[in-house]
């Protein structure tokens, strides 16, 4: 998933789109990783998955991140 992620906002929001990337507002600052992480938590929080399931793929260090979301599915039969 292809976000834009705006840090030091007064909450955690999803503000619309912005190009093409899904315009995410955070209340964290973006000091010592404490926006990524928010970024993970708010995210899995979102999806309702574990933050475990969320990973930033690309733009570790930029407003423009690319996410992985892991979603757990529940097959009627074994694989």
Same mark, same amino acid.
């Given at each position: 998933? =292809? *976000?834009? *992620? /705006?840090?030091?906002?007064? &909450?955690?929001?999803?503000? @619309? /789109?912005?190009?093409?990337?899904? &315009?995410?507002?955070?209340?964290?600052? %973006? /000091?010592?990783?404490?926006?990524?992480?928010?970024?993970? %938590?708010? +995210? %899995?929080?979102?999806?309702? /998955?574990?933050? !475990? @399931?969320? !990973?930033? +793929? #690309? @733009?570790? &260090? !930029?407003?423009?991140?690319? =996410? =992985?979301?892991?979603?757990?599915? #529940? =097959?009627?039969?074994? *694989?």
């Amino acid at each position: 998933m =292809l *976000v834009r *992620v /705006v840090p030091g906002a007064r &909450k955690d929001e999803v503000d @619309g /789109v912005h190009d093409g990337r899904l &315009k995410i507002r955070l209340a964290a600052p %973006a /000091v010592e990783n404490k926006a990524n992480k928010a970024l993970i %938590a708010f +995210a %899995a929080r979102i999806f309702q /998955v574990k933050k !475990s @399931g969320v !990973s930033i +793929a #690309s @733009g570790e &260090k !930029s407003r423009e991140k690319t =996410l =992985l979301i892991a979603a757990e599915t #529940s =097959l009627p039969w074994p *694989v």
